[in-house]
Each structure stands twice: as C-alpha cells, then as structure tokens.
C-alpha cells in the first residue's frame, strides 16, 4: 500500500517544483470551512447511503448554463455492450443540430464509486451548445461491485456504438472527443489509447480533467515528481486518504495495469490532441503534469491549463470563477478541434 508521511513529515520535505500551486486561492478560502464541513458529514455516511447521495444530487450549473427545451435538449438510451448489460447513456444535442456534428463522449467522474451524468452536466450542456456537437455520457458500472476492468469495458463498447449508430445519433464518427473528469479523466486517457492500440478510428482528441493517471503505488518517482500527493494529502474534497480509498475499490489489489494506470504505458505516440486541466491544491497534481509531459514528448499536441490554489472538484460549485472558467476551457478546446483538421 501507498504510505503518506505525517503532515509534519510532509511540511518538512522541500517544497515540490510545483507545490506554490498549493496555496489556496482566495475564492476558495471563502467557502473551504463550509465545503470541509459538508464533505465531512458525507464520508461519515455508510458506503451504500453516499453512493445513493451522490446518485441523487442535483446537478451544479452556472446560473446561465444552457437550458434544456430552450438550447438543448437531452435523452436517454439504453445501449448494450459486450456482456449483454444494457448501460444508459444520455445524449445532449443543441436544440438546433447540425448533420454530422462532433461527438464528445463522456465519462463522469467520482472515483470509479460515486455519482453519474450530472457530475459532469455543466460541462456537457455548454459543449452540445456553443459548439453544435452531440454529447454523450455513459452511466458505466461503478465499484466495488463492478471492478477495473468494468468501466474501461462499459465505456469502450458504448463509444463503439456511438460509431456504429452515426446516423441515429447525428455524429460524424471520425470525429470523436473523448473527455472526463478525475476518475472519469482516467477512464478518457485510456480510451484514447485503447482505440489507438485496437485500432479504432475516429478520436481527434482527449480532454482530461483533474485525471487519475497512475496507481501512487506504481507511480514512476525515478522520472517524475510525486510531492502533490504528501503535500495536498489532507486537501480539501478530496485528500489522498480519500483517493486510495477509492482506488481500493476499484483495483483491489493495485496491479500495474496500464489500462487502470495510463501513465504507465510504454507508448504514447500516435494519440489524439490533448486538453489536460489540474487544480494546483490536488493530491493528483504532479500525476496530471507528468501525463503532459509524457505526451509532448511523444510529439502530442497538449494544452495545460492549470488552477492554482483550488483543490480535486472544485468546478462542482459554480460560484468560483474558475469553475466558469473551467467549463469553457473545455468548450474552446473542443471548437478548436472542429475548426482545423486534425491528421494522426
């Protein structure tokens, strides 16, 4: 298992290449003590009530999200992958949709455990709206009851429906977006390389958002810089203790799968345009940077936009400035991908 130092071992290590991200902003200051308060009462809850809360909880929307019936609009579908499971997708389109739109497909976030569509919803309403694309979010099957490699599986079988019904759904399937965020960030980098790998055509780029890239037990310390994880250990949302807890569920027994842990994969050439956003105050900090790192190297177009001082989810509460900002990084990506031609 990964250890964590003390904080007062962790405050006496040399300040990481990137740990003057970690003092917290401003905006952030002014609601840590309520956010710490709320997230602490959830994490007393039993396992299966906070799995039920966060299914359940609304979405959090800037005030002048798009509004479904007015600029969008949004259904659902059942679609089945390789185990005869049906899994819901929901699909966003613009309410007036183009022919052969953009397909953004999504994998929400939550630590392989928790919640569905609505982690990402904001994101996903502005995308379909500003850019005409269609959007589509997969409800995959989460742990502990469903391991690795079930949400990698649900995920990719429904990407390849999503190509396989292109008319149904308005798409043009060479033009696929994959993105997510944290969890859902992981889930996205490993499906750009696993269509890479299996030969899958059609994903022009990858937006990965606050990802998990790497078990911290595997983590490749002799290249890269691991302080984040010390020092944002007790970060607010969530700390490290928290983030093993969740990959205790889903990988049990931390194997050095790169499809569980992207970073480790030994090529990462040949793969799509990359949008990476980290949160300066997150234990997965240095593990976004060293994705970046991994990918331009390897000659991959990669835009790094990083928020100082905000912790892991900080975008779930629309006050902050930077949650605006946030979602529109995204957007902007995405409008970037559809103006010029992308060749792999």
Not at 63 to 91: A, F, L, M, N, Q
Not at 190 to 201: N, P, S, Y
Not at 278 to 287: H, N, S, T
């Amino acid at each position: 298992m990964a250890h964590l130092k003390s904080q007062d071992e962790a405050i006496a290590l040399p300040k990481p290449k990137y740990g003057h991200l970690s003092a917290i902003h401003p905006d952030f200051e002014q609601i840590k003590e309520a956010v710490e308060t709320d997230f602490a009462a959830l994490w007393e809850l039993p396992v299966e009530e906070l799995i039920a809360r966060w299914r359940t909880a609304p979405p959090a929307l800037l005030k002048d999200s798009p509004i479904e019936g007015k600029d969008i609009t949004i259904d659902h579908k059942k679609v089945p992958v390789r185990d005869s499971t049906e899994i819901e997708i929901r699909i966003y389109k613009p309410i007036e949709p183009m022919p052969n739109a953009l397909l953004l497909f999504n994998a929400h976030g939550g630590g392989w455990v928790l919640g569905n569509h609505g982690i990402e919803e904001g994101q996903n309403r502005l995308v379909a709206a500003e850019n005409k694309a269609v959007v589509v979010s997969a409800d995959y099957r989460m742990a502990p009851e469903f391991k690795f490699p079930y949400a990698i599986d649900d995920c990719f079988d429904v990407l390849k429906w999503c190509k396989s019904n292109a008319s149904t759904l308005g798409i043009n399937p060479e033009t696929i977006v994959v993105s997510g965020g944290s969890a859902g960030g992981n889930i996205a980098a490993v499906l750009a390389q696993k269509t890479r790998d299996e030969k899958v055509t059609g994903v022009i780029g990858q937006v990965l958002n606050i990802p998990v890239t790497c078990h911290p037990n595997h983590f490749p310390r002799d290249e890269f810089e691991y302080g984040s994880y010390e020092q944002n250990a007790q970060a607010s949302m969530a700390g490290a203790p928290k983030l093993l807890w969740f990959w205790n569920q889903y990988l049990p027994n931390g194997e050095p799968h790169t499809y569980a842990s992207p970073l480790l994969a030994k090529n990462f050439r040949n793969l799509p345009p990359a949008l990476i956003q980290i949160a300066g105050a997150d234990p997965l900090r240095d593990e976004g940077f060293a994705y970046a790192e991994k990918l331009i190297h390897a000659g991959v177009r990669t835009t790094v936009k990083v928020y100082p001082g905000l912790p892991h989810g900080f975008y779930l509460f629309p006050q902050l400035d930077a949650a605006r900002e946030y979602l529109q990084e995204v957007s902007n990506f995405v409008r970037g991908l559809q103006r010029y031609e992308v060749t792999l």
